[in-house]
């Protein structure tokens, strides 16, 4: 006769189970990659049925045709985008690189300066400043 505790992993068995660290199977629940049940008000449990869908074979052709292919662990589902879909973001890249060329006629074709050189000088106008209220 099976037991609830014979469905259920802790956090720590699932990973003794799977060979990763702790933080790993951590890191799968928060990004959605494997379900829990909540046990008391701070516990997590995992289902081994859940676990057994991490795992798949990267072997090409070692699932069968009907199978849809299997995200990476802790990535979302990544799925094609409808024709309105990529019409949609092609404009907005367009519309963005119109804008883009527009800025770059206004300044006369000088580029924007490096971001680092931008941080550099608003940290060494901040520190000035600082300096002065402190010496005040």
């Known amino acids: 006769m099976?037991?609830?505790?014979?469905?259920?992993?802790?956090?720590a068995e699932a990973a003794a189970l799977l060979r990763v660290s702790p933080s790993?199977?951590?890191r799968w629940i928060r990004n959605g990659?494997?379900?829990t049940d909540r046990i008391g008000p701070r516990r997590v449990a995992l289902k081994?049925?859940?676990?057994?869908?991490?795992v798949?074979?990267?072997?090409?052709?070692?699932?069968?045709?009907?199978?849809?292919p299997v995200a990476p662990l802790g990535s979302p589902a990544i799925r094609r985008l409808t024709p309105e879909e990529r019409e949609r973001g092609l404009a907005a890249m367009e519309e963005a690189q119109r804008i883009a060329e527009q800025i770059h006629a206004r300044r006369?074709?000088?580029?924007?300066?490096?971001a680092w050189e931008t941080i550099?000088?608003?940290?060494?106008?901040?520190?000035r400043q600082l300096m002065d209220a402190l010496g005040s």
């Open 48 to 54: 081994r049925g859940d676990l057994a869908a991490l």
């Open 56 to 68: 798949s074979s990267v072997r090409p052709g070692s699932r069968s045709d009907d199978e849809p």
């Open 24 to 26: 790993t199977v951590r």
């Open 120 to 127: 550099a000088e608003m940290r060494d106008e901040r520190t």
């Open 108 to 114: 006369g074709g000088v580029p924007f300066p490096p």
């Open 33 to 35: 990659a494997v379900p």
């Open 2 to 11: 099976q037991t609830v505790a014979d469905d259920y992993l802790t956090v």
